[in-house]
């Protein structure tokens, strides 16, 4: 099996508006196979458009001008995602990439049991599982999550916004995905909850071996939870390494102004949650 599991090569995107907005300039990437890669960069830089190009999730005015995207699949099969057609895309994105975004918390349907809402997910995408296999991966992922199986008939308003995101992260983890590309997910938490919250994202990667594209402006909480970094201006990765070296030796001007940016960063380094 190969060390990459998604190439993008020249990934270019316009917003066809007048005047055009060039929201994604030729990137070229390597998404390893199990690491959190984190895409830091000020707001509208086009992290987003970047993450949801590759997944082909972008609408009208968005328009893909150039660019191709490889993904390595865990069975040794090579997809290029642009020779999809519409089904099987929707299949790929269930199957191999989930996401979870900000405010996704807010996704969950406030009349219907916590339980039964991960249920569904199988139900559907999973029709070959009989109920009594449903309902102990249920309870798993609750368990996995650190809900815990006795909030299974609970409702959304009865649980916290942390323990909610966490019921959508398990939701994400529920077909056990290779990739999870999170946008800003901890963003509307607290910070404590925020920081329980990324332990358990880089232990869950490291127990079940997906990638994660992790999305913030929070350029310290990427320094604490990335593999590597790719920072993005205006459209283009300006500079990609690691989280060490994006530390200690940042290379292009723009990191070492984004990294001035963050007070906090001027003292010791915090409790590295890796
Ligand atoms: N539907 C749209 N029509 C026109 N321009 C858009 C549209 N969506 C985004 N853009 C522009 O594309 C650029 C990239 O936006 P994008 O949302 O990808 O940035 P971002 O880095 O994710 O920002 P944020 O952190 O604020 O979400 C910005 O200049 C934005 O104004």
């Avoid at 040794?76 to 995602?81: A, T």
């Avoid at 332990?199 to 990335?226: A, M, N, Y």
């Amino acid at each position: 099996m190969s060390d990459t599991l998604l190439s993008v090569q020249d990934f270019s995107v316009v917003y066809d508006v007048d005047p055009p907005v060039e929201a994604v300039k030729n990137v070229s990437l390597e998404l390893h196979r199990g690491e959190i890669l984190g895409l830091a960069g000020e707001s509208g830089c086009g992290k987003t458009t970047l993450a949801y190009g590759v997944q082909r999730l972008l609408k009208p005015p968005a328009v893909i001008t150039s660019g191709s995207v490889l993904f390595h699949d865990a069975s040794g099969d090579d997809i290029d995602v642009n020779a999809l057609d519409a089904e099987e895309m929707r299949r790929f994105r269930w199957d191999k990439i989930s996401m979870v975004f900000q405010g996704a918390m807010n996704a969950l349907n406030p009349v219907v049991q916590i339980g039964k809402q991960l249920d569904d997910v199988f139900q559907v995408h999973r029709p070959e599982m009989s109920r009594k296999q449903r309902l102990a991966e249920v309870k798993e992922l609750l368990e996995i999550v650190k809900v815990g199986e006795q909030r299974m008939r609970s409702y959304p308003h009865e649980l916290s916004g942390g323990m909610r995101q966490r019921v959508m992260i398990a939701m994400a983890l529920a077909l056990r995905p290779q990739l999870m590309v999170m946008d800003e997910p901890t963003t509307a938490l607290d910070v404590l909850v925020q920081r329980e919250i990324l332990r358990q994202i880089s232990q869950l990667r490291r127990e079940f071996g997906f990638s994660v594209v992790f999305i913030t402006h929070d350029l310290p909480l990427l320094l604490e939870i990335s593999d590597r970094i790719a920072i993005m201006k205006e459209g283009e990765i300006v500079e990609l390494a690691t989280s060490e070296q994006i530390w200690t030796d940042p290379q292009h001007d723009y990191t070492k102004k984004l990294l001035a940016s963050f007070p906090r960063l001027t003292g010791e380094r915090g409790v590295v949650v890796r």
